[in-house]
């Protein structure tokens, strides 16, 4: 079977083909089949009602060559139409009033005054419509010379020199049985004959008959010849003599003719017996090249089973070097019996203990390990700082070093952010947020704010000690979360994977352990269970992970590990090629001189790899790919979170209402916390905010004399209620034996009382220079506090413009910050207030009015007419919107710039509600619900502003105009 196989695929490839249809030669098998189904394919696809025609015309044509066939055919078939013929019809379908062009018999008329009577395809009950021959036509690809000539080759052969149609195709379609006048109103067309003989013969046969013709009648003897008959016979006789001349050269014409056709066959024998021996050569040859292939696939055979064995001996070999279930392998041994590992720690937390310690192993250089623990972290520190509850022990070092690590890291991508802000780069790409993670949001940012309006400082600016960490740590896992916002969408979707809220692990311990997180408000960090510590350093540890410091170090690590193994594999290949360099050269060595070879010392080559010790620690230092960094008791349940958020929120709820929105300061509101503190570290915090916010400069034991310039005494010091300067009791002039009581002020502060002035010219030169004296000491003790001023500005600048920020930026409704902004306060004079409560006061002024502003806008928002307020105006929904309100503004800008402390005073606020009212009178006419809409919502709006006592004091000399 192979070798008939070998041998039809040999013939296929050698011999050339022609196609039997088209009679196409010089092909290869594979194109002549391809030519064959073509054509095939173009006779199946012939019109029907085109073929009986055409082969009627076909047969009345008697032509020797088909090319001359389709010739007449074509030109006869071109302009005319048969019927069941699939035409196209242009112009209108109307019947000419005179219904049709009648045919004639003796005349054939021009094909262009026929009319035709056509029926719609798609529609076969309709009625047909008359329409002329120039108004159809039909596709070029329908009919064409060379379709008719594959037509004809199919179905005609050449008979006694001319080309008739085939006795199987006149069967086939009972051609015999129909006309040509049933397909077309006209006789069939006379084509012209064949060239069969010469015009010498035609006229020699003509002479003939006038020669009989005119010897009949000589014979009949009716009239005697006459002259001119005698000159045509004269005539006749010389064309006679001129034929038998003419016989005579055509007679040796065809004897040179038949002696040149014997000596063409002779060469035709020659050339035929030329050929025949040139076949049997070829054939020959053939034959042996047959040969030689059947020898190569024969070893073409044997090289391919030789490779196949080596193949499946590479394969054995791979299998059995391949890694395989214990079972599987042969020759197994009993495995030795295991060593307990001897740990304090509970068998099914070990696990996760060694996850955390490799965590510290891995990122401890990134996020400087060295500084808590210079030695490294061990097993045994691990161990103790999860079973110990020493305050001063490695747990506090290890919380130290997580929650410092992840502040600065936090710290650096806010800058990163703010860059991005400053750039025009920021862009909300979680606008669609879910409403659980806004909630969560919204949860986190309460308490996110929560040390800023208790401690009066941020939560990363609290004092971290071993007595605060239990309860920055609870406090730190309540907030997480709140930095999922607006601000940072772009900067998470590109650099942290799309985090979102419910990636933060700290979000997602407080959901799946909320009594952990109760737990944390009233026992200290040191005194929780293992298991507990473990969590929360798992928490630690996954937020860690998230950040983007760290998914940059591990992309490193894989780029450093991608391109250790590229040059451990171009080390191997060289290594590879330099040994197969070395086989070559000592085996030609070898053939030349065996002798010489004897007496040579073999040299041994080395191939050094320096990169094995740095390849296996990239390996070590680059983390598994999708490795769960929590136990399976840490797996969350697919339940809602509403009972864990409602718990979450609970913690951070103290049951007071915000009915009245009375504004309270920093120092009422951390009184309130310190009252309401349920642990030992809540009050350390306390602690700390008080001792951190202490003017110790003002104290009763710095003060300066002003009068003698001198500190200490501090039992006779005296401070003036108004200028809040010293003054020694002995000093003053009277002198005080005793401190007085209520409130007491010196002689520049003290109310002016009518007395008689004394004269000029009385005053002492004594009373000069002590008014002098105390001039300079005013300047002095002015220059003075003016440093200490500007040293309290910055310790305590920064915590009330936090102070101020966090206020007005407190997320009271789930729409989240969109950009943020800095913020100034103004500034207050010293002179204008007289103690400290005062210009405590004043500088809360502005932010009583903003707070009352942000409440306005909850209000506003959750009013039933602001439907049409809530969010700007499409453009693409609106488009002349914006051709006639030039500044649009809705409620969401609004809140925005009111919790990023945009608006500097009240009466920017005010502006922008009333530019928004104006702007929907503008452009709504009054009958509309939007505009009446606008109208109640801007009665409401006034009617609060009165109330709230903002309409007097903000907008009767309003900062910016609005659009009415």
């Known amino acids: ?275 025949e021996q040139r076949l049997r050569f070829e054939e020959e040859k053939q034959r042996k090249r047959n040969e030689r292939e059947l020898r190569k696939l024969e070893k073409e055979r044997e090289r391919e089973k030789l490779k196949e064995e080596k193949k499946k001996y590479a394969q054995r070999l791979r299998l059995l070097n391949q890694p395989r279930e214990d079972m599987e392998c042969e020759n197994l041994k009993e495995l030795p019996n295991p060593v307990p590992v001897k740990t304090r720690l509970p068998a099914e937390l070990f696990g996760e203990a060694l996850m955390v310690l490799e965590f510290l192993r891995a990122f401890g250089e990134l996020f400087d390990l060295k500084d808590e623990f210079p030695d490294g972290i061990t097993l045994e520190v691990l161990e103790e700082a999860l079973v110990g509850n020493n305050p001063e022990g490695p747990l506090c070092e290890l919380l130290f070093f997580f929650l410092t690590a992840i502040f600065q890291a936090l710290d650096e991508e806010q800058e990163e952010v703010a860059k991005d802000q400053a750039e025009g780069l920021w862009e909300a790409l979680d606008d669609d947020s879910d409403p659980t993670q806004s909630a969560l949001t919204a949860v986190a940012s309460l308490a996110a704010a929560w040390p800023q309006l208790h401690q009066g400082s941020g939560l990363k600016q609290l004092d971290l000690d071993s007595c605060t960490l239990s309860e920055i740590l609870r406090l730190y896992i309540l907030a997480s979360g709140a930095d999922c916002n607006h601000n940072n969408a772009k900067f998470r979707y590109q650099k942290q994977g799309g985090f979102t809220v419910m990636d933060d692990p700290c979000v997602n311990l407080r959901l799946s352990d909320p009594v952990l997180v109760k737990k944390l408000s009233c026992t200290s960090v040191y005194d929780l269970t293992p298991g507990e510590k473990l969590k929360i350093l798992q928490a630690l540890v996954g937020k860690l992970l998230t950040l983007a410091s760290s998914r940059d170090l591990i992309e490193d690590c894989v780029d450093e590990q991608k391109a250790a193994k590229q040059e451990l594999r171009e080390i191997r290949a060289e290594q590879h090629r330099r040994k197969r360099e070395e086989t070559a050269l000592r085996k030609s060595k070898k053939k030349e001189d065996d002798q010489a070879s004897d007496g040579m010392t073999s040299i041994k080559y080395a191939a050094a790899s320096p990169h094995g010790r740095a390849i296996t620690h990239f390996y070590t230092r680059v983390p598994k790919r999708r490795i769960c960094f929590c136990g399976l008791n840490l797996l969350l ?49 306390h602690l700390s905010s008080l001792e951190r916010s202490i003017r110790w400069s003002r104290s009763v034991l710095n003060a300066r004399c002003r009068l003698c310039r001198r500190k200490g005494d501090a039992d006779s010091m005296l401070l003036c209620d108004g200028c809040d300067r010293g003054h020694h009791t002995h000093c003053l002039r009277p002198r005080l034996k005793c401190v007085p009581e209520g409130s007491w002020f010196c002689p520049d502060c003290r109310p002016k009382q009518r007395s008689s002035r004394v004269p000029s010219r009385q005053r002492s030169s004594v009373d000069d220079n002590e008014e002098d004296d105390e001039e300079e000491e005013d300047e002095e003790e002015e220059s003075e506090e003016e440093s200490e001023e500007e040293d309290e500005e910055e310790v305590l600048g920064p915590t009330s413009i936090q102070i101020y920020s966090l206020i007005s930026s407190f997320p009271l409704t789930e729409a989240a910050p969109s950009k943020p902004s800095k913020t100034v306060l103004p500034v207050l004079p010293a002179a204008s207030s007289s103690s400290s409560s005062r210009r405590s006061s004043g500088r809360n002024q502005g932010v009583h009015e903003l707070s009352a502003c942000e409440q306005l806008t909850v209000e506003l928002v959750r009013h039933e007419d602001s439907w049409p307020f809530m969010k700007l105006v499409s453009k693409t929904q609106v488009p002349d919107y914006y051709d006639i309100i030039t500044k649009p503004i809705a409620l969401s800008t609004i809140r925005e710039k009111v919790n990023n402390c945009q608006y500097q005073t009240a009466g920017d606020f005010i502006s922008d509600v009333e530019l928004m009212f104006s702007n929907c009178l503008q452009y709504n006419p009054r009958q509309t619900n939007e505009a009446k809409a606008g109208v109640r919502l801007q009665q409401f709006f006034h009617s609060e502003l009165s109330r709230l006592g903002l309409r007097e004091r903000c907008y009767a000399p309003p900062t910016k105009r609005s659009r009415q």
């Open 1 to 275: 079977a192979f070798n008939h196989f070998f041998e039809r695929t040999i013939l296929c490839n050698s011999l050339v083909w022609s196609c039997a249809l088209t009679g196409r030669a010089g092909l290869t098998y594979l194109e002549a089949v391809e030519s064959e189904r073509r054509a095939r394919h173009s006779l199946q696809s012939f019109p029907q009602a085109l073929v009986v025609p055409l082969l009627h015309l076909a047969a009345l044509s008697r032509r020797r060559r088909l090319s001359e066939l389709c010739e007449d055919v074509y030109a006869f078939v071109k302009d005319r139409f048969f019927p069941g013929e699939t035409v196209d019809v242009s112009g209108p379908l109307v019947s000419p009033p005179g219904g049709g062009v009648r045919i004639g018999k003796k005349k054939p008329l021009n094909p262009s005054a026929y009319n035709y009577k056509v029926r719609l395809v798609k529609d076969e009950g309709s009625e047909p419509f008359t329409v002329k021959a120039n108004q159809i036509s039909r596709k070029k690809s329908v009919l064409s010379r060379e379709r008719l000539k594959l037509l004809f080759k199919h179905h005609c052969e050449p008979q006694k020199g001319s080309i008739i149609l085939k006795p199987s195709t006149v069967k086939q379609y009972r051609l015999s049985e129909q006309t040509f006048s049933q397909f077309f109103p006209e006789d069939p067309p006379l084509f012209s004959p064949p060239s069969n003989g010469s015009p010498g013969k035609v006229w020699l046969a003509l002479t003939h008959q006038d020669v009989s013709l005119f010897n009949h009648r000589a014979r009949c003897g009716s009239h005697p010849p006459e002259r001119s008959d005698c000159e045509k016979l004269k005539l006749l006789q010389k064309r006679e003599e001129m034929a038998a001349a003419t016989h005579e050269k055509a007679r040796l014409k065809r004897e040179r003719e038949e002696v040149q056709e014997a000596k063409r066959k002779e060469r035709e024998d020659k050339d035929k017996l030329r050929e």
């Open 637 to 685: 349940p697919h339940s809602s979170p509403s009972d864990a958020l409602l718990i979450s929120f609970l913690f951070l709820s103290d049951g007071s209402s915000d009915g009245g929105r009375v504004i309270k300061t920093v120092l009422e509101r951390w009184r309130e916390s310190l009252q309401s503190c349920s642990s030992f570290s809540q009050v350390f915090v």
